[in-house]
């Protein structure tokens, strides 16, 4: 055996599994070396989650990222050999509307992201999965790409690290514990196993279902909670026998039951000659606390596999049998049933990317065996090339604010995300019930007492809508249409766009104190913004102007979207949106130490200035009626786009005059102890509390304003965008070089677009109002749009504009398909919606200023 060498490149905590593994192959493959695995087991592990894995494949779900790494893993497990497709069904339940429904939405979803999947009938699901009861089920969704790791993802994880070894790159320690990472200074420096101490400036954790303990080693919060997934055998079953075969049938998912059901093929080949049915606990799933999970010499089977107790999945059994007879007429193997220990996260998502609290030290966790390979060959790309090919914001650990990392909070949301794995359907707007709350801004009581409807975002509660407007909806009644499909209707609140428009007549206020605002001083603040931003915020940027810019990656990526107000030469005030705030200061931090700039400091005001947006055509006049000195915000002498301190009632405000919604305002910054005076004040003027719904959505698409993570992603560049700005400036900054490269060519590969719905009713003439993601369709071939760079087609945003009385999506279209008033297609639960092409890049289908509706 290799002694422990004294120092490494980089030190995998977890190589045993399929994740660790993969990790290390793509490493290797983009040229490192000197790489050291650890693991507590043997390697390949005989106690994580790889070695009982399903090993299981299907290809889509509603994240772009999961498809991505989904379709990536089964053509790498393909090109390996260990692949079988055999594909794999998802059914419907006669009377289950709901899950017929999703189905219908799940296959949009894998034309938006690139999956092969299709709806088939009853009759074909039978034929092709001949153990079902034909009479039970409705429909099915067929994704022909599903199948199964083959004979095991853990001999899979075994020759990626075989090989990996045998290249030199690769040493392993099997059963070598990392028992403490050394961070000094923020930084690590290194990982003390029992063997020695191994000197490295990058430590990655693959360690699944232990993952919080060694990152707690290196000093970060790590928010995953291992659950009890319930996996039961049933046989002699003999259907492949002497085929050879590790697995016969296609896969089966009876996702309104919580289930699945696989055979294991020929009784002959690995695990064969049974009948595997696993089962989620959707109503009283078992956390396991990490520290909690046995050690090898405790376990009965193995630590990640626990003991099984019957009354976990009686009912859901009884309804297997209804569905799959078979079950019920072959006997239980009572000795090798398990409850397998699986990870999951406080939002659902993979935990990946380098921890904000410690630099050096990385993570690839919560990662399913169908995006081992995928996920490895993103964390490759992002350590070696600084991202990955898709934007991972939706897995980027950084994406979590301190307060949704404590273990109160973490412990809640995994046991929400445990209940919905496989059944309800999720709403794209479902609101959670744990971790609320917790971030609250001066003006909730007032809030609360007017009925806010809340919804929460990065722990902050968030009115959408007030209870106490509904008088609105006579006034406006012909302009705010009923919602009469219960899935568009779910977490809307109809009062919400009679609020928009009272706010475009007279005079509103939103509460904006989601807001994240750093407050960036000393001498080097200049130059780290400067740096950071595509527009010009140095230089002769006057004290009080405030700008709107973005910071690019290295290859032109939009990768923040954001306001950066100068408040002195040497001090500026960085305003993000509340869900991108961390990432956008883990961003700066990090960049202000890549660029050595040390002399500054960022302040956190997030919870400590409250935020109101006062807008609407009386907004002015309004606060001229309360402002210790009205003339100061007339038009000339408060431009827009400047910033000062001014006094309502003697009350002390920071006034921005700047606004997301169109309409002629300011937004208003007030310490926490002033925001209830400040509410009551405007109130007590007429002003209408106006929920988020019309700042996040209806009012932001009438205006064509773009949201980042959502329209704005690294995969797309500003011009693109729409958002290149009419001159580069001087200055250098991040990104430049392809910046300017992007704005040189002739033409984008794609343009973001403004539709509307030209038709929204579906078959059954009811309207609809589309939420969440669909696929963009050529009307001539009904197959999605792809642009030159393989880039897919999907509504980014969409609402419905009550000023213009239309639903508005916002989408990047190929070059070709981006002319106004072109004709495409939008695919929504199954049925085709005209879609007009109202505007290339950014133009507003409704100008407040003018009054005048354009659509």
Not at 95 to 102: C, I, K, P, S, T
Not at 378 to 397: C, F, M, Q, S, Y
Not at 426 to 448: A, C, I, K, Q, Y
Request: glycine share 10%; proline share 6%; aromatic share 10%.
């Amino acid at each position: 055996m290799a002694a422990l060498p004294q120092q490494a490149r980089a030190v995998i905590i977890g190589q045993g599994g399929i994740v660790g593994a993969s990790v290390a192959h793509h490493l290797i493959e983009q040229g490192w070396d000197d790489l050291v695995g650890l693991d507590k087991s043997s390697i390949p592990s005989d106690i994580g989650s790889t070695s009982h894995a399903s090993d299981f494949c299907y290809m889509t779900s509603h994240d772009k990222m999961s498809c991505y790494t989904t379709t990536y893993s089964q053509r790498f497990y393909e090109r390996l050999g260990h692949y079988q497709k055999v594909g794999g069904l998802e059914v419907a339940r006669v009377g289950d509307a709901a899950r017929l429904a999703e189905l219908e939405r799940k296959v949009a979803s894998g034309k938006a992201f690139g999956t092969n999947v299709r709806m088939i009938s009853a009759a074909e699901a039978a034929e092709r999965f001949p153990l079902l009861d034909r009479d039970l089920i409705q429909a099915a969704m067929w994704d022909p790409d599903a199948g199964l790791v083959v004979p095991r993802s853990q001999q899979v994880a075994g020759e990626l690290v075989e090989r990996a070894v045998a290249s030199g790159a690769l040493t392993v320690f099997a059963d070598t514990p990392a028992l403490d990472i050394d961070v000094r200074n923020g930084r690590v420096h290194g990982v003390e196993t029992a063997k020695g101490y191994i000197s490295t400036s990058v430590v990655i954790v693959t360690s699944g279902i232990w993952g919080p303990i060694p990152a707690a080693m290196g000093g970060a919060a790590l928010p995953l909670m291992p659950v009890e997934h319930p996996l039961l055998f049933f046989g002699p079953f003999d259907a492949f026998a002497g085929t050879g075969r590790e697995i016969g049938y296609p896969l089966l998912r009876d996702q309104g039951n919580s289930a699945y059901l696989r055979d294991t093929g020929d009784p002959a080949s690995t695990e064969g000659g049974q009948l595997e049915w696993g089962y989620y606990e959707a109503r009283n799933p078992r956390l396991v606390p990490p520290g909690d999970i046995l050690e090898r010499h405790q376990a009965r089977l193995s630590p990640s596999m626990r003991d099984l107790e019957l009354d976990q999945v009686t009912e859901a059994f009884e309804r297997a049998i209804e569905l799959t007879p078979v079950l019920g007429e072959l006997g239980w193997d009572e000795k090798h049933s398990f409850n397998g220990l699986l990870s999951v996260t406080n939002d659902g998502g993979s935990l990946v990317g380098e921890s904000p609290e410690t630099r050096g030290l990385w993570f690839c966790e919560a990662v399913w065996v169908k995006d081992g390979p995928g996920m490895g060959k993103v964390l490759a790309d992002w350590l070696t090339r600084g991202k990955p090919e898709l934007d991972p914001h939706g897995i980027d650990i950084a994406r979590f604010y301190p307060v949704q990392k404590t273990p109160d909070y973490v412990y809640g949301r995994c046991e929400e995300i445990a209940r919905k794995i496989y059944d309800p359907p999720v709403h794209p707007r479902e609101p959670f019930e744990t971790g609320r709350n917790l971030r609250r801004s001066p003006f909730w009581p007032r809030e609360v007492e007017l009925g806010g409807h809340f919804m929460e975002t990065a722990g902050w509660e968030r009115a959408h809508g007030y209870a106490a407007n509904e008088p609105l909806l006579e006034r406006y009644a012909g302009q705010v249409p009923e919602r009469s499909n219960e899935w568009d209707a779910r977490h809307f609140w109809r009062v919400s766009n009679a609020e928009h428009l009272a706010l475009s007549d007279d005079v509103g206020m939103i509460n904006l104190s989601h807001f994240a605002i750093y407050d960036v001083t000393g001498p080097d603040a200049e130059a780290l913004l400067e740096t950071l931003s595509v527009a010009k915020v140095g230089g002769d940027t006057p004290a009080g102007k405030g700008v709107y810019t973005h910071f690019l990656d290295e290859w032109g990526g939009v990768h923040a979207d954001l306001t950066i107000v100068r408040l002195a030469s040497d001090a500026f005030r960085v305003i993000c949106g509340g869900d991108t705030g961390h990432r956008d200061l883990v961003w700066m931090t990090r960049m202000a130490e890549a660029k050595e700039l040390e002399r500054l400091h960022v302040e956190d005001r997030t919870d400590s200035l409250a935020t109101l947006g006062v807008w609407g055509p009386n907004a002015r006049r309004t606060l001229q009626a309360v402002a210790d000195a009205p003339e100061t915000l007339d038009d000339e002498r408060f431009p827009f786009a400047t910033a000062r301190e001014i006094r309502l009632h003697g009350l002390p405000v920071w006034a921005f005059r700047i606004s997301y919604v169109g309409e002629q305002g300011w937004e208003l910054y007030v310490p926490f102890s002033y925001g209830l005076a400040l509410w009551d004040l405007l109130f007590d003027q007429g002003v209408t509390p106006v929920g988020i719904e019309t700042y996040a959505n209806s009012r932001r698409l009438e205006k064509s304003l773009r949201l980042q993570n959502a329209d704005l992603l690294t995969e797309y560049n500003l011009v693109e965008a729409g958002l290149a700005r009419p001159k580069v400036k001087a200055a250098d900054f991040h990104g430049k070089a392809a910046y300017l490269a992007q704005r040189e060519r002739d033409r984008q590969p794609a343009y973001l677009c403004t539709l509307v719905m030209e038709e929204h009713r579906d078959a059954s003439g009811t309207p609809r109002f589309p939420v969440g993601h669909a696929p963009i369709l050529d009307p001539a071939s009904g197959d999605v749009l792809v642009d030159s760079e393989g880039r897919r087609s999907y509504v980014t945003s969409i609402a419905y504009g009550p000023s213009v009385e239309k639903v508005i999506a916002l989408g990047y279209l190929p070059e070709e398909h981006a002319r106004e008033g072109n004709g495409l297609l939008m695919e929504y639960f199954g049925e085709h919606y005209p879609l007009r092409v109202a505007a290339v890049g950014y133009r507003p289908l409704y100008d407040p200023e003018s009054l005048r509706p354009r659509s």
